[in-house]
Structures are given as C-alpha cells and as structure tokens.
C-alpha cells in the first residue's frame, strides 16, 4: 500500500476511530444505490467492517471505475464481520414512492445482519426506525469508510442484478446502463414500451403506460 493510499484511509476513517476501540460498540455503514433509475430495484447495504486489516482503494462507490469495484467486492465481504444487501422492487417504488421505498431497503438490510450493529454511519438519510443509534453524515459515501463499503457492495450486487435482466430483456441495454435514463435507454422505451422491472412512476414522462 502507498503512503498516498494510506493516508486517504486514515481520513476516511476519521469518523470510525471514535467507534472502533469502544467496547459497548458494533460500528455499521449503511448506503444506498439505485434510487434515480428508471427500472430495476433500489438497493441498500449495511455492513460491519473490522478495523483491521483496512481494504485499499475503497471510496464512494460512484468514485471507482466499474473494474475496481468488482475487484474490491469479494475482498470487503470476505472480511466484513457481516454485511446485508435488501432490494426494494419497483412495483413497491411505484405503490409507496421512491423515498419510502429506499426507507425499507434501509430497514430490511439491517434487520437481515445477523451480527446487529449497536451505531450507523449513514448517508445523509434520518429517522429510520432502528434498533441502532444514527449517525448522519452528509456526502457520508466520500467520508466514512464503512459507508463507502456499503455502497460498493450495494453498487455490485444491483449492477450484477441488472446484467441479469439485461439477458432477459436485451433491448433497453441494461448491462449499460444499470436503467438509468440515457438516451438509448429511453430511445427503446419509447419503440418497445415499458417491460416488469421499469418503474413506471418514473417513466410516464416518456411514455404512455
């Protein structure tokens, strides 16, 4: 590890030292990813990282070309003390809204840990309902460590979802794009209409549904 890549990890586990040699303490991160596309699930992780060994490279998840992150992935859940990834579906997105939905991913992944965290470190959303004292941060993906590998392993697992989906419905380009509005994307929405995993809340600007 350089002294460069060193020396990013000791700020962005600024906030984790304060957590990490309390006895009373079990420190999660929690993110989201997934919440602006036009189909496909939102997606949230909360994960449980130890304070040693610390994972080069792992930043806010949107800071890390595509490779990086798949590189990084095993090693993060190889390590974490625990980590769970709950996908909220678009049906849900469309009945209860986008915000609400990304409440419940939020909610169902920590419920899913089977090692619970006593404190959160989260990204910029409050007032969840959980067993776990809160710590927002804003911008907290770029900030936090154990944020940022919530997003990274979030990141991963919805993208390799909407790879999948990709082999089932070829025509929006969802390997591409992970269904977020570009141009083409939206070009084949308007040709073939909407498939199950759009959101169609999100889409009645560009088509009829």
Not at 55 to 72: A, Y
Not at 172 to 186: C, D, L, M, S, V
Request: proline content about 5%.
């Amino acid at each position: 590890m350089t002294e460069k890549e060193r020396a990013r990890l000791e700020t962005i586990t600024v906030y984790e030292r304060e957590y990490w040699g309390r006895q009373d303490c079990i420190l999660g991160g929690m993110d989201e990813v997934g919440r602006g596309p036009l189909a496909g699930p939102v997606a949230a992780c909360c994960i449980i990282m130890p304070s040693d060994p610390l994972i080069e490279f792992v930043n806010d998840s949107k800071k890390l070309s595509e490779s990086r992150r798949s590189k990084i992935y095993p090693t993060l859940i190889d390590t974490a003390v625990d980590y769970c990834v709950a996908f909220v579906e678009p049906e849900t997105i469309d009945s209860i809204n986008i915000l609400e939905a990304t409440r419940l991913a939020f909610t169902n992944a920590y419920y899913g840990m089977k090692v619970k965290p006593t404190d959160l470190m989260i990204d910029a959303l409050q007032g969840l309902k959980l067993d776990a004292e809160q710590h927002i941060l804003i911008h907290g993906d770029a900030l936090s460590y154990s944020i940022a590998a919530a997003s990274i392993v979030a990141k991963v697992q919805r993208d390799r979802y909407m790879i999948e989906m990709d082999r089932v419905y070829p025509q929006y380009q969802f390997a591409k794009n992970k269904g977020y509005g570009t141009a083409e994307h939206i070009e084949a929405l308007r040709k073939y209409g909407p498939c199950p995993i759009h959101r169609l809340s999100f889409i009645s600007k560009f088509v009829q549904h």
